[in-house]
Structure formats: structure tokens, C-alpha cells
């Protein structure tokens, strides 16, 4: 049974571009969560899907979107990409009590 | 998520066991203690989590106060490979809308 996967691993972008994210959930997930995790700080929370909706969102602004695909996977877009957004993007997903995370995706933004 | 407060730094010998705290004192009726740990630039791995009653798994132990206002998370032989940082997180997953609040851990180093 494959974990939670994202893609890509790695991702470099300039200022003011724009980035797409994905994640895939673990089997028999339904709710996916995105986090953001700058160097030597704790994750994040940015928002959460269920029913291909947004459930819950953190205190991030609006150039941070995403989507959630029937078959419950995942996409993080970021708008006018910040130098501050530079970061592991990491995906969770979970149902019932558990939440499981996936190995991240590293962007850099120069 | 109800605050939790964790030592920012532990050593710990390889093959001893490594005792964790984390203190969780706002902790709410419904919201329960998780445990993750992240070895360096990967996500965050699940440990283990309780709501009031003590847990063991294949990784480790939590054990709860009976007042549920502190934890300890057990690592009855820590490895090399151990070493992490470690997050004590009180809240709920339970449905959708609900989220992990992630603080700053405990590094653990586990020495040779």
C-alpha cells in the first residue's frame, strides 16, 4: 500500500511566478491537508480538502489556493511566488483519527 | 488545538530507553495527544496517539496522566536512527475541518 506521495520532489522558482503542487493520498484517505514548513520551524497548516472542498483554512493569504480531484488527490498552487515562500510544502492525509504525511516538496524561490 | 510545551533539546544513550514529556495543560475533553517525529528534510512520521488511556505500539509508548494535562512519549531502546525531532500535538482529526497544530519539538540526539 503506497503512502502519501507528492510530486515533485524538488522545485525551483523565481519571484513572482507561479507553482503547482500535488499530492496523492494514501489509500482509503478522503481529506487531504497542506502544510508549509520554513527551516527550523514546525509545520504549517494552510487548508484542508474533504468533498472536494475547503474545509478549514490557516492563516495564509489568498495566492495560496488548491483543489481536491474525485479521486481525492490534491493540488497546492501558489500565485506571485514570494521569496518568504521558499519552504517544504508538505501534504497530510487522514480519515477516522489518523493523519499521515508525505516526504514533501522543496521549493526554492530566488 | 489546546498549547503544548516541549523541552527544546534532549540527549539521550543508544539503547536506553528515551523518555519524551510534553505538557498539553489547556487540553480539551475531545482532543487527543499525538505524537510525530521528523528525521531531517523528510515529512513528519506518526508515532502513536491516546485520548486518556495508556498506548504501545511497535515504535513506542505514550503514557497519559490521569489528569491528561501532560504526556511522555517512550522510546524503550533508542537507535541511531532515532534521532528526530519530535512534535507533541493535542487535537483532533476526527472530521473533516479539524487540524494539527504543530509547535517547535524536542531535537533528540541519540548518542553512541
Known amino acids: 500500500d503506497a503512502g502519501v506521495t507528492q510530486s515533485p520532489t524538488h522545485l525551483i522558482k523565481t519571484r513572482g511566478q507561479q507553482v503547482t503542487l500535488r499530492c496523492s493520498p494514501k489509500?482509503?484517505?478522503?481529506?487531504v491537508s497542506w502544510y508549509q514548513q520554513a527551516l527550523g520551524q514546525g509545520p504549517q497548516f494552510i487548508f484542508q480538502y474533504y468533498e472536494e472542498e475547503e474545509r478549514q483554512r490557516g492563516n495564509f493569504p489568498d495566492r495560496f489556493s488548491g483543489h481536491q480531484f474525485p479521486n481525492y488527490s490534491s493540488e497546492l498552487n501558489v500565485n506571485a511566488l514570494l521569496l518568504g515562500d521558499s519552504a517544504l510544502y508538505l501534504c497530510?492525509?487522514?480519515?477516522?483519527?489518523?493523519?499521515?504525511f508525505g516526504p514533501g516538496t522543496r521549493l526554492l524561490v530566488l | 488545538d489546546a498549547k503544548t510545551t516541549q523541552p527544546p533539546s534532549m540527549d539521550c544513550a543508544e539503547g536506553r530507553a528515551a523518555n519524551l514529556p510534553c505538557n498539553h495543560s489547556t487540553i480539551s475533553g475531545n482532543e487527543y495527544v499525538y505524537w510525530y517525529r521528523q528525521i531531517h528534510s523528510q515529512g513528519p512520521q506518526y508515532i502513536i496517539h491516546?485520548?486518556?488511556n495508556n498506548e504501545t505500539n511497535e515504535m513506542a509508548s505514550l503514557i497519559i496522566t490521569e489528569d491528561r494535562k501532560s504526556s511522555t512519549l517512550i522510546l524503550p531502546h533508542a537507535t541511531l536512527r532515532d534521532t528526530a525531532v519530535y512534535y507533541c500535538i493535542a487535537g483532533m482529526i476526527k472530521a473533516a475541518g479539524n487540524k494539527l497544530t504543530f509547535g517547535g519539538g524536542t531535537r533528540v540526539l541519540v548518542k553512541p
Open positions: 491516546g485520548l486518556k
Open positions: 497530510a492525509s487522514s480519515t477516522g483519527l489518523s493523519q499521515y
Open positions: 489509500s482509503g484517505h478522503d481529506t
